[in-house]
């Protein structure tokens, strides 16, 4: 486990979730899961270092992890259980996004009549499909 620093972000080798530096502050930093809170740098360091605790799943001592876990919770002004269910939010959220963009929206076909049941009309999986990603607006 390693947390990177940059002037504007902290990011880890083991997770997604980052800490940014506000524009309004330099004294200012926000989680990427805990987005309505403002913290401090030492804050931030520690809600990285939280979410890094409980992202490795392969923990070499789990009781001492997890006292850890609540300190660095404490510091941020929250429970350990608010932490795991806002990573879990977090997690699900990812999920969904990707889940959504790996989905195959039919594209208009000219002059071509198969169709598979499953994809519906004017739809089909020959070398003529022009099957796209779905945007981050939803539309292709």
């Known amino acids: 486990m390693a947390l990177a620093f940059t002037t504007w972000l902290i990011t880890s080798d083991v997770t997604p979730e980052i800490a940014l530096r506000s524009t309004a502050s330099a004294d200012e930093w926000v989680l990427s899961w805990l987005p309505d809170r403002s913290l ?18 392969e923990l070499d001592d789990g009781g001492l992890a997890f006292e850890l876990a609540a300190f660095r919770a404490a510091e941020l002004g929250v429970t350990l259980r608010e932490v795991v269910l806002q990573l879990a939010i977090r997690m699900a959220q990812r999920d969904l996004l990707h889940s959504q963009q790996n989905v195959c929206i039919p594209a208009p ?32």
């Open 109 to 140: 076909h000219h002059g071509v009549t198969t169709e598979t049941p499953a994809a519906g009309p004017g739809h089909c999986h020959s070398r003529q499909c022009h099957c796209r990603p779905q945007t981050a607006a939803g539309r292709a």
């Open 40 to 57: 401090t740098l030492e804050q931030a360091v520690s809600g990285m270092v939280l979410d890094e605790i409980l992202s490795d799943p």
